[in-house]
């Protein structure tokens, strides 16, 4: 590699905020980056870039397929170009694509485990969905393998009181129902361990694909506690009260065929084809008006919200969508016999 693209890549401001490079010029990229090539093999952690006027992390198009395998050795040759700047999330990556958000539960070594830093970010990531244009669905997924999420820390529990373990309760309640009305799709696409905090996870998204090596389940009871996140109350909706107890009473575990089955999940796919295929469903959902989606969600959310009148809402979302610019545009597309161009607005 000549000199002259290691002279502009000195001037170029790297951050570090997950385990994904962020570049924030990349009019250089084209010939500065074709030596980090030699770095790539097959692993999950992929590079992105940032642009600073959007603000929005892109997937650099020149080299979809590239991919950083040893970060020692590449931070140790470029350190001198990599700014001091602390993390944004030391829990999660977050992959964007063509309006596509993939979230990832990044704590493989604890089979993604959730703990507080996972909740707090979590939160931090639902108030940039939901603000946000440039996200219109979402999914969540876990790094590596083994596990979605494979259940709470319990590292966490020991030495607990009652009212510390009824408010990390609320907590997690809270932040999962945060993702179960956000206005945009959120689909969890579950690879391998779905259990305990991590099944109640799975659940509170809209809906679920699965890979043929995932698992679900509610274990709590082996511990001598109950589920804290929803689960006793989301996994009878989903599946029904007489599996649902027998479930949360046995700490059985079911696998994605019979997860399927049972209603849990909408697809079951291999694992290495779950994202690509998660994605081609939200593709779809992406091409229609965000504005009604987002009524379709908040009136089948009423359905188990007692408070609510889920037909009156009906009425009410019908009604909204006639003042809204896709509808006209809906409308006219179909008499004129073209394709419809949702603004969302």
């Given at each position: 590699?000549?000199?002259?693209?290691?002279?502009?890549?000195?001037?170029?401001?790297?951050?570090?905020?997950?385990?994904?490079?962020?570049?924030?010029?990349?009019?250089?990229?084209?010939?500065?980056?074709?030596?980090?090539?030699?770095?790539?093999?097959?692993?999950?952690?992929?590079?992105?870039?940032?642009?600073?006027?959007?603000?929005?992390?892109?997937?650099?198009?020149?080299?979809?397929?590239?991919?950083?395998?040893?970060?020692?050795?590449?931070?140790?040759?470029?350190?001198?170009?990599?700014?001091?700047?602390?993390?944004?999330?030391?829990?999660?990556?977050?992959?964007?694509?063509?309006?596509?958000?993939?979230?990832?539960?990044?704590?493989?070594?604890?089979?993604?485990?959730?703990?507080?830093?996972?909740?707090?970010?979590?939160?931090?990531?639902?108030?940039?969905?939901?603000?946000?244009?440039?996200?219109?669905?979402?999914?969540?997924?876990?790094?590596?393998?083994?596990?979605?999420?494979?259940?709470?820390?319990?590292?966490?529990?020991?030495?607990?009181?009652?009212?510390?373990?009824?408010?990390?309760?609320?907590?997690?309640?809270?932040?999962?129902?945060?993702?179960?009305?956000?206005?945009?799709?959120?689909?969890?696409?579950?690879?391998?361990?779905?259990?305990?905090?991590?099944?109640?996870?799975?659940?509170?998204?809209?809906?679920?694909?699965?890979?043929?090596?995932?698992?679900?389940?509610?274990?709590?009871?082996?511990?001598?506690?109950i589920p804290g996140y929803g689960g006793t109350q989301?996994l009878v909706q989903l599946i029904g009260k007489g599996?649902?107890?027998?479930?949360?009473?046995?700490?059985?575990?079911?696998?994605?065929?019979?997860?399927?089955?049972?209603?849990?999940?909408?697809?079951?796919?291999?694992?290495?084809?779950?994202?690509?295929?998660?994605?081609?469903?939200?593709?779809?959902?992406?091409?229609?008006?965000?504005?009604?989606?987002?009524?379709?969600?908040?009136?089948?959310?009423?359905?188990?919200?007692?408070?609510?009148?889920?037909?009156?809402?009906?009425?009410?979302?019908?009604?909204?969508?006639?003042?809204?610019?896709?509808?006209?545009?809906?409308?006219?597309?179909?008499?004129?016999?073209?394709?419809?161009?949702?603004?969302?607005?």
């Amino acid at each position: 590699m000549s000199n002259e693209p290691l002279r502009k890549l000195k001037k170029i401001r790297f951050v570090m905020p997950f385990p994904g490079l962020l570049i924030t010029d990349y009019s250089f990229c084209y010939q500065a980056l074709s030596f980090f090539s030699t770095l790539s093999r097959a692993i999950h952690h992929s590079l992105f870039i940032t642009h600073p006027a959007i603000g929005h992390h892109l997937t650099f198009q020149p080299f979809p397929g590239l991919l950083i395998t040893d970060y020692s050795l590449f931070i140790t040759q470029f350190s001198p170009i990599f700014a001091k700047t602390p993390p944004m999330y030391q829990t999660l990556l977050l992959l964007p694509e063509n309006g596509i958000l993939t979230v990832v539960i990044n704590r493989a070594d604890k089979l993604n485990a959730l703990n507080k830093e996972v909740f707090n970010e979590l939160n931090l990531v639902l108030d940039e969905i939901e603000k946000s244009p440039a996200i219109k669905s979402v999914i969540i997924t876990g790094a590596g393998s083994k596990a979605f999420v494979a259940g709470a820390d319990i590292t966490e529990f020991n030495g607990m009181s009652k009212e510390e373990a009824m408010a990390v309760a609320k907590r997690g309640q809270d932040t999962f129902a945060r993702i179960e009305n956000s206005s945009k799709p959120i689909v969890a696409a579950v690879n391998g361990f779905a259990l305990g905090g991590g099944c109640e996870l799975a659940m509170s998204c809209h809906f679920r694909v699965a890979a043929e090596n995932a698992k679900f389940g509610q274990p709590e009871v082996n511990l001598g506690l109950i589920p804290g996140y929803g689960g006793t109350q989301r996994l009878v909706q989903l599946i029904g009260k007489g599996k649902a107890m027998e479930l949360l009473m046995s700490a059985h575990m079911i696998d994605a065929n019979e997860a399927k089955a049972l209603g849990l999940v909408n697809y079951v796919t291999t694992p290495e084809t779950l994202l690509d295929h998660t994605r081609k469903i939200l593709e779809t959902i992406n091409s229609k008006a965000p504005l009604a989606v987002a009524g379709c969600i908040k009136a089948a959310n009423a359905v188990y919200d007692e408070s609510k009148d889920g037909y009156a809402l009906e009425i009410e979302e019908f009604g909204n969508a006639f003042d809204t610019e896709d509808m006209k545009e809906g409308v006219n597309a179909f008499l004129e016999k073209r394709k419809a161009i949702f603004q969302g607005k």
